[in-house]
């Protein structure tokens, strides 16, 4: 019978391994590897059969101890008997297409794809997921100004941005709702390095409705609402200082 499911191991986790260094090729697939186990290879031919029968499989890549991000579908495009392993498509295979997007000339093998660049955007989704499960799951899946509680209003925000060399971590994010994440990224709302939330003096002077009055300004010189429990998990008071200087010369 075909496997169901992978789990992947998570920072800190048995393996030590950390989920950010997932071993990818340079088509941009996930190398899992067979277990070692002789009990176990019963595992490894579960995986043989889903990629004979082409059955669609759940990863759950670990985030953190006792949090995973759930992957479906996910499809074995490859067993590698020599090292031991299987390829994961886990970006392709989640489209509507699903496999009918791959391109095979023989069952077995592998689609072609530029060097390297499928492993840079693979890399660079996983990331993106990654950071936005551990920021929802530092915030208590609130809005760090508001408390807002409803995830699917909620963005993990980087505080200092991809393209100033911001790193996916957790102590780079802040979960806010959709409103003040946008204000956040137009220097409308800032954060200053002892959690306080400021808002943009010419947007403090505007008299306009109720959004602007509860949703800005009323936050104005006030303690975020939310931040993380462990303190190691909060924001970093020097990425913090980097983005509030950029919001003070707004």
Same mark, same amino acid.
């Given at each position: 019978? &075909? !496997? #169901?499911?992978?789990?992947?191991? @998570?920072? =800190?986790?048995?393996?030590? *391994?950390?989920?950010?260094?997932?071993?990818?090729?340079?088509?941009?697939?996930?190398?899992?590897?067979?277990?070692?186990?002789?009990?176990?290879?019963?595992?490894?031919?579960?995986?043989?059969?889903?990629?004979?029968?082409?059955?669609?499989?759940?990863?759950?890549?670990?985030?953190?101890?006792?949090?995973?991000?759930?992957?479906?579908?996910?499809?074995?495009?490859?067993?590698?008997?020599?090292?031991?392993?299987?390829?994961?498509?886990?970006?392709?295979?989640?489209?509507?297409?699903?496999?009918?997007?791959?391109?095979?000339?023989?069952? &077995? !093998? #592998?689609?072609?794809?530029?060097? @390297?660049? =499928?492993?840079?955007?693979? *890399?660079?989704?996983?990331?993106?997921?990654?950071?936005?499960?551990?920021?929802?799951?530092?915030?208590?899946?609130?809005?760090?100004?508001?408390?807002?509680?409803?995830?699917?209003?909620?963005?993990?925000?980087?505080?200092?941005?991809?393209?100033?060399?911001?790193?996916?971590?957790?102590?780079?994010?802040?979960?806010?709702?959709?409103?003040?994440?946008?204000?956040?990224?137009?220097?409308?709302?800032?954060?200053?390095?002892?959690?306080?939330?400021?808002?943009?003096?010419?947007?403090?002077?505007?008299?306009?409705?109720?959004?602007?009055?509860?949703? #800005?300004?009323?936050?104005?010189?006030?303690?975020?609402?939310?931040?993380?429990?462990?303190?190691?998990?909060?924001?970093?008071?020097?990425?913090?200082?980097?983005?509030?200087?950029?919001?003070?010369?707004?």
């Amino acid at each position: 019978m &075909g !496997a #169901l499911s992978l789990t992947s191991g @998570a920072p =800190g986790g048995r393996k030590g *391994r950390n989920v950010y260094d997932d071993v990818l090729t340079e088509q941009g697939y996930v190398e899992y590897e067979f277990v070692s186990s002789p009990k176990k290879q019963h595992q490894n031919q579960a995986l043989r059969d889903a990629f004979h029968y082409g059955l669609p499989l759940i990863y759950f890549r670990g985030i953190r101890k006792s949090l995973f991000d759930a992957y479906f579908p996910v499809w074995i495009v490859h067993v590698d008997e020599e090292k031991k392993r299987v390829l994961l498509n886990i970006v392709d295979g989640a489209t509507p297409g699903g496999r009918l997007d791959l391109t095979f000339s023989e069952h &077995g !093998a #592998l689609p072609e794809s530029e060097p @390297a660049y =499928g492993e840079h955007v693979v *890399r660079t989704r996983l990331h993106q997921r990654d950071f936005r499960a551990s920021v929802m799951y530092s915030y208590r899946t609130q809005c760090a100004v508001c408390s807002l509680g409803h995830a699917r209003l909620l963005d993990a925000a980087h505080i200092v941005p991809d393209r100033d060399g911001g790193i996916p971590d957790v102590n780079n994010g802040l979960s806010l709702c959709k409103i003040h994440h946008s204000a956040f990224d137009a220097n409308i709302l800032g954060v200053d390095p002892n959690y306080k939330v400021h808002i943009r003096h010419d947007i403090l002077n505007e008299a306009d409705g109720p959004m602007l009055k509860h949703g #800005l300004q009323d936050h104005h010189g006030q303690p975020l609402r939310v931040v993380p429990q462990n303190r190691n998990e909060r924001a970093g008071k020097d990425h913090l200082e980097y983005r509030f200087s950029q919001f003070q010369d707004a």
